[in-house]
């Protein structure tokens, strides 16, 4: 009988199955990869695929359509379920914005956490030239998707392809933006796999990744030649994917994967992890994982993960020095509150700051639709 991997990649749309498509190539054998879209032109030939909504997109996109995207998840949730079926963890890939991706990942994610698995997912957010839509769409799914996973990172595209030269061609600039995701889950799917130096086992990213919904900090920096892992360590300090907007930068627990060639020492890889926790914190625990690869001479990975503890809710009513009553029955109910744009104010145009699974960038009495006492 086939050996289920225990992780599982799954590459979701168009963006999700190319980044997928150029980063499994570099993955161990413990890693399976699966491709999942509504557009059957974005699943490879010889790999293992699943066409979503044959009946409703007859092989096409949705043409960014969210709810197409869903409906074409719903109708194959047994096979999903299948395929999901036995991995350890699930590492969703996708691109927000489109119909494929932001509608089916939050039910994938959803089925992906019904088996068990941890779920950790990367999803790109539009570029600001593609309009408001796709980013209100991106932000919506971001949020429902974010309470799903266990870990969720946003990618903001606009940050990605700051770090490719201006005039370098499309796919060349996604590639190169993506090798900071493609590297990041390299390191973690690695460091599950036989022969480390030190291994992690899947329950250990769990335990750092325990509070749904908090934001989760992923990084990842490549080195070389003299100090190869302390230079890795400090390129995932300065790591795109590190300081998107609404990116934590200090956690309470960490889970760090160092990487090298032959001549990895173990002073190297504690040096890189003390790098690592000075610049991102990890005092509650740091899981640290390492592994040399022959294939890695004269040079060096780290990639980090991390997350922090739950933020106390404050309790909504009796605070001391709140005001009492019961505020103005006469007062509308803040019906400007549903318009997403004007519910987010100042922040409306930019991407969510999620923590809790709440969105803290909408002041606290819309959230909690309270209503203000005349005169405020
Ligand atoms: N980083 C990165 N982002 C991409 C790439 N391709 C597309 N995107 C982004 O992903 C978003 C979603 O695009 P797609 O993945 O093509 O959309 P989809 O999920 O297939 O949805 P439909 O085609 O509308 O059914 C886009 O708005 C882009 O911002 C890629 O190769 N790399
Ligand atoms: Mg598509």
New binding site residues.
């Given amino acids: 009988m086939e050996r289920t991997p225990s992780i599982l990649l799954l590459g ?8 997928v498509s ?1 980063l499994s190539s570099g993955l161990t054998s413990e890693v399976g990869a699966l491709f999942v ?3 059957e032109r ?1 699943l490879p030939a010889g790999r293992v695929t699943l066409q979503l909504g044959r009946q409703q ?1 007859r092989g096409m ?5 969210v709810g ?2 869903l409906a074409a998840a719903e109708s194959e949730e047994a096979a999903l379920r299948r395929a999901l079926a036995g991995a350890h963890v699930v590492v969703l890939v ?11 990942a939050p039910f994938i994610a959803a089925c992906a956490s019904d088996t068990g698995a941890t779920v950790l997912c990367f999803a ?4 600001s030239h ?1 309009g408001e839509r ?1 980013q209100r769409e ?1 932000d919506q799914a971001a949020t429902v998707l974010a309470g799903r996973c266990h870990g969720f990172i946003a ?1 903001h ?1 606009d940050l ?1 392809l700051q770090q490719v030269p201006a005039d370098a061609p499309m796919p060349d600039a ?2 190169a ?2 090798a900071w ?1 493609g590297g990041a889950i390299r390191g973690i799917a690695a460091a599950f796999a036989p022969g480390a130096l030190v291994s992690a086992d899947p329950s250990a990213l769990r335990s750092i990744l325990s509070t749904r919904g908090s934001p989760t900090l992923c990084a990842f920096g490549a080195g070389e030649g003299q100090g190869a892992a302390m230079k890795a360590a400090r390129a995932a300090a300065d790591c795109p994917l590190a300081h998107g907007p609404g990116a934590v930068t200090k956690v309470a627990s960490l889970f760090v994967h160092v990487s090298g060639g032959l001549e990895l020492t173990s002073t190297d890889a504690f040096e890189a992890v003390a790098a690592v926790r000075a610049k991102f914190g990890g005092e509650t625990s740091t899981v640290l994982c390492a592994r040399t690869d022959p294939a890695l001479a004269g040079r060096a990975e780290v990639s980090v993960l991390g997350a922090s503890l739950p933020v106390p809710r404050a309790p909504a009513k009796g605070r001391k020095g709140a005001k009492s009553g019961k505020g103005d029955e006469s007062q509308t109910v803040f019906p400007f509150a549903t318009d997403e744009a004007v519910r987010r104010g100042f922040f409306g145009g930019a991407p969510l700051t999620i923590v809790d699974g709440q969105d803290i960038d909408v002041p606290t009495y819309i959230r909690r639709a309270v209503r203000l006492p005349s005169g405020y």
């Fill in positions: 979701l749309g168009g963006a999700g199955c190319s980044m150029r879209d509504t557009d974005s997109t996109g949705t043409g960014g359509e197409s995207g996708t691109g927000l914005g489109g119909g494929t991706g932001s509608g089916a790109t957010m539009p570029f593609e796709r991106a990618v595209n990605l996604f590639a933006a993506d995701v």
